[in-house]
């Protein structure tokens, strides 16, 4: 797989993550571990992105 396109699926995967996060804290039944494990995973997913970006 190229950059560009880890790039892209990395992309996706944040956007992805970021619609299930809006979804978790409109839910009052989802604990607020979860939703902090969510946002963590998308933290990550967004330095990743960055990273691969500056090179």
Known sequence: MD???????????????SDQVEAA???PSVPDTEIKAMKKKKLRLKDEIERLAMT
């Open 25 to 27: 804290q409109r839910s």
């Open 3 to 17: 950059l560009s396109s880890r790039l892209q699926e990395l992309r996706r995967k944040h956007a992805a993550l």
